[in-house]
């Protein structure tokens, strides 16, 4: 029987790379991120060691139509995607004010507009061919706490889990399962990318996108839906709940100002 097809965003690095490696002995895969090198040298090694087959679609997914884009090309190769990951997102590292709009905007548009055109075109994608199917939404426990300098991105990940659960919810009867990935701090190119560093004796925290990724799809596929990973970051969703959000979130930026360079 041949494999079954995933669709992977931000498959470039980090966690979204992790999920295509533990999903290859399951599932075809469709590679998307901006960097195309990235994503042809990743399926030349998954051709190579003969894991499975693999399509590469380079797209920017903070322009306008490129989740259209993204559909267009799963139907010209005539593709049943029974795998959803919209990983792709960024993070920035500032105080709101300070912040020239435009980077919200890119950010709002990646990890907001296109993770919920993408939901709802494979959505509907997935309900008319019927087979079992999976979507899953990646946020992060900042979709929970509250923390200074990350105003947009904590809002746009609150946004990400408010959208799964209750997609989740309204698809329970169908053969469509949703689940919401909320990692913390994961050893992957993240902070990199927002000009910060964790410094070395902060590391131990750090989860490995290997733990982050084998938790999530373990638990998807027992259908949860909402997926905290790692114990330390359960236990933290969990003091959540009984200290005074203001204290809290004076807390969390205490910690994420003295956990980066
Ligand atoms: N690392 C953490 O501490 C952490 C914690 C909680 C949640 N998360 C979430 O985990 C997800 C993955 O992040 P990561 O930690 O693996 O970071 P990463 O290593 O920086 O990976 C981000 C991925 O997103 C892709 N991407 C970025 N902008 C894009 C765009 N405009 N269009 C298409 N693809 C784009 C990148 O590829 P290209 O640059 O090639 O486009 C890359 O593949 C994100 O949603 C993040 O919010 C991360």
Redesign the pocket.
Known sequence: MSKKWAIV?????????EFCYQLAGEYNLVL????EG??IELKNEFEHHHLNQCLVLP?????TD?ARECLQFIQKHELKIQMLVN?????HHSLFVEEEFATFQ?MIH??IT?LTELTHLFGQHMLAHGLESFIIN?????SFIQVPKYSV?CAT?FYVRQLSEIIAYELRDTNISVSCV????????????MGKEVPQNKQWA?MS?KEVVKEALTKTSQKKTTIVTGNLNKFQIILNRFVPKKLMMSLSGKVIDSSLK
Request: glycine share 12%.
């Open positions: 965003t931000g498959a470039s690095s980090g966690i979204g790379k998307i991120a901006r960097s990235k994503l797209l920017d997914l903070s322009q490129s990983n792709a997102g960024l993070g890119n990646l990890n296109a990646v946020a992060s426990t900042a991105y990940k909320c990692p913390g701090a994961t050893d992957t190119s993240f902070m990199q990318n750090l996108p």
